[in-house]
């Protein structure tokens, strides 16, 4: 191959020429498929569902009960007692009907708090979808840029080999040492134990991504947009992060511990019920004829050993607990939003340095190959230089996927995967 062929080979190799592979792949469609299969999302979902029935559990105690009775009575009737009021066989079917009147409210209360931990439960699944987008993020991210680091390997591969071969070919004639044909060797050879490196990362990313999606076939990801220097504003990100799913789901926990402890407290309070009765069978006797009766009941504790001031310090208790969980959310809230904000700051900053450091290292190599054929510098330099723009160009590639995982990262700490800042 002619020095000027390798060059343009070298210089015009795209970095982001996709792959032969069985299935291309977007990141929505990634995660997609990665949220109908996830089992934590699941599991998340149905913790959801059981908060909600359990709130309808809690809300029927406030409504009627109907039951369907009956009773069957065999006894022992002395000689000579009356059959009226002693029969040695009694049958009684009737229906009974119970409301509760009055409790105090508490189990309003208690459906009020039930809620909103369904809500809690609601928001937690949300959050989890969203740190789910930030796994399928995680492992798409690293599989392209394992593929990409492939690609530059290989070409770097090609360069090294080249150049070996024409040193061998100027050894022969006396133009080349054999501490450069050593040294090229050399380089080769670690090169070639690099590529080996990122085969078997992109191997693991593979398998990552396809557990995840559940696709089994070798995937190739589609290049993700290139980020503009524009950054979203701090202020803006730490307003959602304040806001975001988990936070929020903590704030209804706090909501629903402050109704515990009045539902605890109010136990305190009378108790009133109605209990109504519909008779269709009766044994003999003074009431056989007696269809129906109602009964209003009341009751009053005021005893119980202590156990409701206990029960209501246990949920004053919890509700310091989750007043407590609250704001460490929103700390720590805030902290990942800084902290991701920096990272996208530092990314952003890298990028365009590596972007212009590419520029002057494939500037750098066309002047070196110019003068290699002036006869100024050695092959080896030129070989050198090269080498030191596809390794600009690994290192460009890694600051362009950290970049983009790094606004990933502060949508995630924001609340809004994939949205907007």
Not at 375 to 392: F, I
């Amino acid at each position: 191959m002619s020095k000027t062929l390798l060059l343009a080979a070298v210089l015009l190799f795209p970095l982001s020429a996709a792959a032969q592979a069985d299935r291309p792949i977007a990141l929505p469609e990634a995660y997609k498929l990665a949220l109908a299969r996830s089992e934590e999302i699941a599991i998340s979902g149905a913790t959801y569902e059981e908060t909600l029935a359990k709130a309808d559990e809690i809300f029927s105690h406030v409504l009627p009960r109907l039951a369907l009775m009956g009773s069957e009575t065999l006894q022992d009737v002395p000689r000579g007692a009356s059959g009226l009021f002693l029969q040695r066989h009694r049958e009684q079917g009737w229906v009974n009907l119970h409301q509760p009147l009055f409790t105090g409210l508490r189990e309003f209360l208690a459906y009020r708090a039930s809620k909103d931990l369904g809500r809690a439960a609601e928001l937690s699944l949300e959050r989890a979808r969203q740190l789910l987008y930030r796994d399928v993020a995680r492992a798409y991210l690293d599989l392209l840029g394992a593929q990409d680091d492939i690609r530059i390997r290989e070409a770097l591969v090609s360069i090294t080999q080249s150049r070996v071969t024409d040193l061998k070919e100027f050894r022969k004639v006396g133009r080349a040492r054999a501490s450069e044909l050593l040294a090229a060797e050399s380089q080769l050879a670690a090169n070639l134990a690099q590529l080996e490196t990122s085969r078997a990362a992109e191997q693991v990313a593979q398998f990552k991504l396809a557990f995840l999606t559940g696709l089994d076939e070798r995937l190739t990801p589609a290049p993700v947009p290139a980020e503009s220097a524009a950054i979203p504003a701090l202020d803006a990100a730490l307003a959602k992060a304040r806001a975001r799913a988990d936070v929020e789901a903590r704030r209804e926990e706090s909501s629903a511990a402050e109704r515990n402890v009045k539902v605890a407290s109010r136990a305190r309070w009378p108790v009133i019920g109605l209990d109504a009765n519909y008779y269709f069978q009766r044994p003999p006797s003074f009431t056989s004829d007696v269809k129906w009766d109602a009964t209003i009941t009341g009751s009053l504790p005021l005893y119980g050993g202590g156990e409701i001031g206990a029960q209501t310090r246990q949920q004053e208790a919890r509700l310091k607990a989750r007043r407590a969980a609250l704001d460490e959310g929103v700390r720590l809230a805030e902290l990942e939003a800084r902290s991701a904000h920096q990272r996208l700051r530092s990314s952003v900053a890298v990028t365009a340095a590596l972007d212009k450091a590419e520029r002057l290292a494939e500037a750098n190599a066309k002047a070196q190959s110019d003068d290699y054929r002036l006869g100024q510098v050695t092959n080896l330099e030129v070989l050198g230089s090269l080498n030191s723009l596809q390794q600009t160009r690994l290192q460009q590639n890694a600051a362009r996927i950290d970049a983009y995982w790094s606004r990933v990262q502060l949508e995630v700490a924001a609340g809004v995967p994939g949205g907007s800042l």
